[in-house]
């Protein structure tokens, strides 16, 4: 069955398109929108998709509109998909007070208390729904990548590690590796997961790593200067975690540098060619 | 006399930083913000400077996040500078109640007309405040070229054309190139300068060509689909006035591109590399 979407927008860009579009979600029972940058390639025929998901306050657009990867993203021939971060228009008690729950700090995973569980299913909006629509409209092959920033930089790892073998290769920019032990993370978890620790542990990327869910090798780029570096971040947890396990993890410190999309834009393009790299391995 | 600054924040870009800047203007007589980006290559000494003017209802931050233009510049050396679009905080009777008049809407013009005289200079605070200000707080050589994007690519014509050799080269995204003949430049003309047209010409791409004001080359880019074209942009008078004054103007049409910074930021590469060849041309 065909699922309706709604074109927002369409926009050139690097010789491809950037198009906006809403539809409704079964799975977070509200409507929502995502963002597509097609390339030229897509024109002739299925390309590879690169999913990319968005950190607390972000939506749909910010990724698109700041991270300037359109332009190597043309030149490789990868499509890019940003979702929102979380579901929208649902007004549930408190969901607007603060940036990092609720709104805009979906946290990628499937909520079991409520009212979120009601609502906030954002991992199997990211992983199944979206993917499905994303590919009745659009000429995506089967091939993806997964990458994202901070809240969805844990959103990108805890995918590829929930689902090994899927996805051709994992990335993050400033990921949120440990949530079980940050502040953000323990907020977020207690509400929509509830008290019981237990449950936590299925989505946070170094406790799916301790218990051997993947291998797959990840790339992760985290600026020294972030704001968020050693309270929420914490990348030497999820160091640990890897060498533990014999995961292959290439994490790379660069001083001087922030949590701000600036960053981000700054190292894209190696994100974007290591991706290639794997989804169009077979064809090399 | 050095005049202070104060650092707003600082952010690392691409090797380089992304700096944002108040000040107290005197021209203006308000205070006024400024983005700089600062390639890596200023550690070593003066770099060449682009300034870039951008257009209605944007401010110094919109092409600093939004254009990816620091991964280019990065790479040939060259700062960039963004103004903010007007005067601000002034508060003027109707300042604030139209996109594209008054506070967003400067139109890099010396206003003449009570009470925008009284602040909006916004063509002196851009071409002589603005340019000693930074080069007495940043290494920036005197090298300069200068572009922007629709009312901003208006704005980097007329001060190129008035005042021919300064800026090694000019170029323009969207450009209003004949405001004297369209919506937005006579609201904004008539407001600024008063009813006398002949007081317009001086501040029009067209009429300036027209009156030998300069031959300076230009590589102006402008998009198909652009919402303003017919109405607001008319690429077709300068091309006109270009061919009788026998100026040489590269009209880059493109098929499909919007007035957005997806355009902007599409085509942005090729206009550094432009201004690189003629600020570095006595370097080759």
Redesign the interface.
């Known amino acids: 069955m065909t699922q309706s979407i709604e074109q927002l927008s369409a ?5 491809g398109w ?1 198009k906006r579009f809403s539809h409704r979600s079964q799975v977070l029972d509200c409507d929502m929108t995502f963002g597509i940058f097609l390339p030229p390639q897509a024109e002739a025929g299925p390309v590879p998709v690169l999913w990319w998901l968005s950190g607390l306050t972000c939506t749909d657009e910010n990724f698109m ?2 991270a ?1 990867a ?2 190597m993203a043309a030149k490789l021939g990868l499509a890019i998909v940003c979702p929102d971060t979380s579901p929208r228009g649902t007004d549930l008690p408190g969901e607007h007070e603060s940036y990092d729950f609720g709104s805009g700090a979906g946290f990628y995973l499937n909520a079991k208390r409520s009212p979120w569980s009601q609502h906030y299913h954002m991992y199997d909006y990211v992983t199944s729904e979206l993917p499905a629509l994303v590919r009745e409209h659009f000429p995506i092959s089967e091939k993806e990548a997964i990458s994202g920033h901070s809240m969805g930089g844990h959103g990108a790892l805890i995918c590829a590690l929930k689902q090994p073998g899927r996805y051709a290769s994992v990335s993050a920019f400033s990921p949120i590796v440990n949530p079980m032990d940050c502040p953000w993370g323990e907020k977020a978890f207690s509400r929509y997961l509830g008290d019981e620790r237990g449950e936590w542990s299925d989505w946070d990327a170094c406790e799916l790593i301790l218990a051997k869910a993947s291998k797959q090798p990840m790339l992760v780029d985290q ?1 020294e ?1 972030d704001q968020f570096l050693e309270e929420q971040l914490k990348p030497d947890h999820l160091e640990k975690a890897c060498h533990i396990q014999g995961v292959s993890l290439k994490l790379r410190r ?1 001083a ?3 949590h ?4 981000v ?2 190292f894209i ?1 190696d994100h974007l060619e290591y991706h290639a790299r794997h989804l169009f391995a077979d064809q090399a």
Chains 1, 2 share one sequence.
């Open positions: 926009t050139r860009s690097h010789g950037v509109q700041k300037g359109q332009k600026g200067d660069h001087g540098y922030d701000s999309y600036f960053f834009a700054s393009d």
